[in-house]
């Protein structure tokens, strides 16, 4: 797989400090599961974020608050660690966390969705284009969708309030910023329209985080907006 | 505060201790002294960051033992190789932070984030020390014009997003874009940090 389109260095530095809601917070954790790209720079950001924290202003803890420590240290439960000549299974099978393979279903993702996309029971929401109900996430200031777009059909025209983060899972799609193939992140500010369409005749399935609802501009659309925000 | 204060040009003339040898030891030997040594530096550090996300100060007291408790648990775990000890502990206080406060869950590898488990494209010439590349960092991060120390600041610890900046400091936003911009510029050039979209 190669990656095209990347996270902006404002979502992935929000996304760094850890004040992204939750639906955009697990787009960006997918993409980054597979983009070793991304990830490199999210190391840089966590970098600059340590520096800051090693020389912040300091805040007076309790006069007690090292001996309080102190005494709880000799409670706590080590985390083992296995040795260099251990090479089972369990330990190298840590290191899979990010093999940047190409899984059709990057990790993070797969507590929401199906291992497999042919397993997504879809429903349709609009003429070609299928909607998948991701349970188990609060979606309180954001909404989280996963679509199927069949070829050469459109996702209407619209705009957002904040970030809307879109990941390509399968297929391609084609609007007015570029093309968006697999494992892409299409990451556009609030002040983009754009209207994608799925480009080639395959499906095109992606999954989009926004932080409010949608802004769609016609009739029909009524409908999409109605299944996202649920 | 001077960017040297902020940035640890003046900790550095006071020779703050080199965190990571306090860390391995406290990993490899339980050494309660070097544990004392980090708590009494990062955990007042910690509550400072804790309250300035928001937390009340009981809260933010509260997190900042939590997450030096952590620290303790998980020692073993730390590679100087694949993280500075600073990185490694911020890591660890955002993560306790958002799933502590918001009861959220973090998205974060957590694997990746205690282990630092190397992907693929990491070789042989990557593996000096991060210690050494953090300060290298430090030092690019305090020869910045200090308007800009202050947007990374904003920007990538404190978490706001660019609109928000503009509004706290009442500079239009296309100052904190061409701000941002320039910072990273800057940091690339004498960091080689990587290039990402500018948004």
Same mark, same amino acid.
């Given at each position: ?36 790209d ?17 020389f ?14 102190m ?45 497999r ?12 284009i299928?909607?998948f ?11 989280l ?56 005749n ?29 | 505060? =001077? ?7 003046? =900790? ?51 997190l #900042? ?26 890591r660890? #206080? ?15 590898d957590?694997?990746?984030?205690l ?13 000096v ?8 960092? *430090?030092?690019a ?8 120390t ?7 610890y404190?978490?706001?997003?660019? =609109? ?10 296309? *100052? ?14 004498? *960091?080689?940090?990587e =290039?990402?979209?500018? #948004?």
């Amino acid at each position: 797989m190669s990656i095209h389109h990347h996270l902006s260095d404002t979502t992935l530095g929000a996304f760094t400090a850890g004040t992204l809601i939750e639906t955009i917070s697990l787009v960006v954790a997918s993409h980054i599961s597979i983009c070793p790209d991304c990830r490199k720079r999210q190391d840089q950001l966590e970098n600059i974020g340590g520096i800051q924290l090693q020389f912040a202003e300091p805040e007076g803890m309790s006069s007690d608050a090292l001996q309080k420590a102190m005494i709880k240290l000799g409670k706590q439960e080590l985390t083992p660690v296995f040795s260099p000549a251990d090479t089972s299974p369990l330990s190298s099978s840590s290191g899979t966390a990010l093999s940047f393979g190409n899984p059709e279903v990057p990790k993070p993702l797969r507590a929401y969705i199906p291992d497999r996309l042919e397993d997504v029971e879809w429903k349709p929401i609009a003429p070609g284009i299928k909607y998948f109900a991701m349970e188990g996430l609060k979606t309180a200031n954001g909404t989280l969708s996963l679509l199927k777009i069949a070829p050469g059909v459109n996702i209407p025209e619209h705009g957002h309030q904040g970030i809307e983060l879109t990941q390509v899972l399968k297929g391609s799609f084609r609007d007015e910023i570029g093309r968006f193939g697999v494992g892409d992140i299409a990451d556009f500010d609030s002040d983009i329209k754009h209207q994608p369409i799925a480009d080639t005749n395959e499906a095109c399935i992606c999954l989009i985080a926004t932080e409010a609802p949608l802004k769609f501009t016609g009739l029909l659309p009524r409908l999409v907006q109605y299944f996202s925000v649920m | 505060m =001077s960017k040297q204060r902020q940035f640890g040009l003046e =900790s550095r003339e006071k020779k703050l201790p080199d965190f990571s040898m306090l860390l391995l030891s406290v990993g490899q030997n339980q050494d309660k002294a070097a544990f004392a040594d980090i708590f009494q530096h990062f955990a007042p550090r910690i509550k400072s960051y804790m309250l300035k996300l928001g937390s009340i100060d009981d809260v933010a007291e509260e997190l #900042a033992q939590q997450t030096l408790l952590k620290v303790w648990r998980k020692a073993q775990l730390f590679d100087p190789e694949k993280a500075a000890a600073s990185t490694w502990i911020f890591r660890i #206080a955002r993560n306790i932070r958002i799933d502590a406060l918001r009861k959220q869950k973090h998205f974060f590898d957590d694997d990746y984030d205690l282990e630092g488990i190397a992907d693929e494209q990491e070789n042989a010439e990557n593996k000096v020390s991060r210690e050494q590349k953090s300060l290298n960092v *430090t030092l690019a991060l305090s020869a910045l014009p200090k308007d800009q120390t202050r947007i990374i600041r904003l920007s990538f610890y404190d978490g706001l997003s660019h =609109s928000e900046i503009a509004n706290q400091l009442e500079i239009p936003l296309g *100052t904190v874009k061409s701000r941002i911009r320039l910072a990273f510029g800057h940091l690339r050039k004498s *960091t080689h940090l990587e =290039s990402g979209e500018m #948004a």
